[in-house]
């Protein structure tokens, strides 16, 4: 069994902050904990915009606090993001995210499961961990 709080993992090199300066992720459930899958707490701050297309990974996105939206480059449509929305990117979705007004907490669980280091390249990219 593996027991972790939020509040201990924020206080290890679990907590990844963006060097852009538009997110912060604490990777409470990684790789080499080999449930097949990541989990993690992702707080995306106001007023910001992130550009991300994970060509490597599948995710799940639930909004617990907070709003924003997320742009679809597809085809151009805008979802709002509030409590309680869960958005897929099931299709390796390219995409921008926006933080609103205040502060967005999200859940979110990446398949393949992250090593924990990771970090958008310039093209938005996680590289996948091949060890």
């Not at 989990?39 to 599948?58: K, R, S, V």
């Not at 805008?78 to 409590?83: A, D, H, N, V």
């Not at 859940?107 to 090593?115: E, H, K, R, Y």
């Amino acid at each position: 069994m593996i027991v972790r709080t939020l509040a201990e993992c924020e206080q290890t090199e679990r907590c990844v902050k963006a060097e852009t300066g538009t997110w912060e992720s604490t990777r409470m459930l990684l790789k080499d904990d080999n449930m097949g899958f990541s989990f993690h707490i992702t707080t995306i701050y106001a007023n910001t915009e992130t550009h991300i297309h994970y060509q490597n990974h599948l995710e799940s996105v639930y909004c617990m606090s907070g709003d924003g939206e997320i742009e679809d480059l597809a085809d151009g449509k805008i979802y709002p993001i509030k409590p309680g929305t869960l958005y897929i990117l099931d299709k390796h979705d390219n995409h921008l995210l926006r933080g609103g007004s205040e502060d967005m907490k999200l859940a979110c669980v990446f398949n393949p499961p992250l090593s924990g280091k990771e970090v958008h390249d310039a093209d938005g990219v996680y590289a996948v961990d091949t060890e």
